[in-house]
């Protein structure tokens, strides 16, 4: 029996989405879409001081609220273990007859490829080489065994588990309430067992327009990293011009390809997509263990894996207020904002996905299976990068200090059939953006419709066009310094909404035990 029959035979499932709510556009479209349009307006329009007041914003919120950011990661990574080992574990997603509507391949697949592919592309040999080049710690080494050691432990501790704690949260409190207590999909229904059934009809549209925009700044900060090192792979790999123009057409061609993609719908555009990205991913990481230093790769990974887990709370709390230095503004801080903005997004598709998996499931799913494939892919390409510069004598740090979108591109220059991979990696940027825009126009569409289940193919097409122009205009009007500002805009207050989410999950999963415990002792009496 197929899922679908059995699901539609589980009494307890979600009922479908009640016709009136299709077509409904309120103040959550308007408003929301209305200050992503005017903020698209004047970065064209003035993109000069669109730019001095992005690095106002930026510099400002991680000046005052790192530690804000610090401490409510690392809070969600300790939630989800200790939820992931409770007994609230058992609880389901869904119905207790409920199954898993994707197999374990497909759920990962689109797990790594909605979360922040695009951004393991940019960062997988930029992020270690620049911490080779300049260390983390004041005095700390550079450019020797050292430097290379604190480089990859310290970039697998930026795409390990806090990252996806933060995306964990988000699925949890929504797919409950949406999958296990037979609501709708959006985030202030999910604050219900915190606020009551009947909480302010103003505060709830206020998070639910702050939810959007943050999906929404946060998805563009990962298409514009994507557009910039595609125009850069492009002018480095076959000698196409660099800069704006060459930019709008990647985003254009973007566009409309993931416009196309979400009219074929969840199942088969996005399904589909995602097993394409794997694949890819997963052709360029075995060839480059094929082609490089496997044995250096692994040990390296080894290490790394080593490092990481003996600093993880080191790590996680660490700030510098007796140095006056910034590194961790400028690299932790600006990961956790920018994780926090899309993850109304990631917390809805990831729901969205788990529907019929167990808590427990759902968070180690999370917290190990992307994770390693993160590792996997900074070790055989990060960890190639670094031993070219150790031991070859190359100069890839050197270009990533220069142009980090190059990072990728300056790798595959040292390794054989360079124009091949280069354009397969090109393609894996271009199908991680379209699948991650793809997701993302579903999800917002649902979140201004009411319809988180079946959004209306309009919703999406007026969103995708947004989200295109947005991404554009930050780009043109200061780059990644505009990206890094709108995300930390966005997570700074949606941060808050994390942690009243968690309060509101745990409220409402008291209950389960209780009734678990009934049912058990009602069967033991019927035995």
Do not use: C
């Not at 273990?81 to 759920?107: C, H, M, N, T």
């Not at 009947?198 to 206020?206: G, I, L, S, T, V």
């Not at 990644?480 to 941060?495: E, V």
């Not at 989410?501 to 009602?522: C, F, G, H, T």
Request: hydrophobic letters at 50%; zero cysteines.
């Amino acid at each position: 029996m197929d899922n679908d029959n059995l699901n539609k035979n589980s009494d307890d499932e979600v009922p479908k989405m009640p016709e009136k709510v299709k077509s409904k556009l309120g103040i959550v479209f308007w408003t929301s879409s209305s200050i992503i349009l005017v903020a698209a307006i004047v970065a064209i329009l003035i993109p000069a001081r669109f730019q001095v007041a992005s690095e106002s914003v930026y510099g400002w919120i991680s000046n005052y609220f790192s530690w804000f950011f610090m401490i409510a990661v690392f809070g969600f990574g300790v939630f989800l273990i200790f939820l992931a080992l409770s007994p609230y574990g058992r609880v389901k997603l869904g119905g207790d007859r409920s199954q898993p509507e994707f197999s374990f391949r497909s759920w990962i697949g689109m797990l790594f490829s909605a979360g922040l592919g695009v951004g393991l592309v940019f960062f997988g040999v930029a992020e270690p080489m620049s911490h080779y080049m300049i260390s983390p710690f004041t005095g700390g080494p550079v450019e020797d065994e050292g430097a290379a050691k604190i480089a990859m432990g310290y970039s697998f501790f930026h795409w390990g588990i806090s990252q996806w704690s933060i995306f964990g949260v988000a699925g949890l409190a929504i797919g409950y309430s949406q999958y296990r207590k037979q609501k709708n999909g959006l985030v202030s229904t999910s604050l219900e067992p915190l606020f009551g059934t009947d909480y302010n009809q103003k505060a709830r549209k206020a998070i639910d327009i702050l939810a959007v925009i943050a999906t929404v700044t946060g998805m563009a900060t990962s298409v514009g990293l994507g557009i910039m090192q595609m125009d850069g792979g492009l002018n480095i790999a076959f000698g196409i011009p660099s800069g704006a123009l060459t930019q709008i057409i990647l985003t254009a061609v973007m566009t409309g390809l993931f416009i196309l993609s979400t009219t074929t719908g969840l199942k088969r555009g996005i399904k589909w997509l995602s097993n394409l990205n794997m694949i890819l991913a997963a052709v360029i990481t075995i060839f480059v263990m094929a082609v490089g230093p496997f044995t250096f790769i692994m040990e390296s990974i080894i290490v790394g894996l080593g490092d990481y887990l003996s600093n993880y709370v080191g790590y996680s709390l660490r700030m510098q207020p007796y140095s006056g230095e910034v590194w961790v503004q400028e690299w932790t801080i600006f990961y956790w904002a920018w994780v926090i903005a899309w993850s109304p997004f990631i917390g809805s598709f990831v729901a969205r996905v788990s529907k019929g998996r167990t808590i427990r499931e759902y968070v180690l799913g999370i917290l190990i299976v992307p994770p390693i494939l993160s590792f996997l892919w900074i070790g055989a390409l990060g960890g190639t990068a670094l031993y070219s510069d150790l031991f070859n004598g190359t100069n890839i740090g050197e270009i990533v200090l220069d142009d980090d979108t190059a990072a990728l591109f300056a790798l595959f220059d040292q390794l054989p059939m360079t124009a091949l991979f280069s354009s397969f990696a090109i393609l894996l940027i271009f199908t991680f953006l379209v699948t991650s825009a793809d997701s993302a126009t579903f999800i917002v569409a649902g979140m201004t419709s009411g319809n988180t289940e079946n959004p209306e193919m309009r919703l999406k097409i007026i969103w995708g066009v947004l989200l295109g122009l947005l991404t554009v205009t930050l780009i043109i009007a200061g780059g990644l310094t505009s990206l890094q500002a709108a995300s930390l805009l966005a997570g700074l207050p949606f941060g808050i909404i994390l942690i009243l989410m968690i309060v509101a999950v745990s409220k409402s999963l008291r209950r389960e035990p209780n009734d678990s415990m009934k049912r058990r002792q009602k069967k033991k009496k019927n035995a």
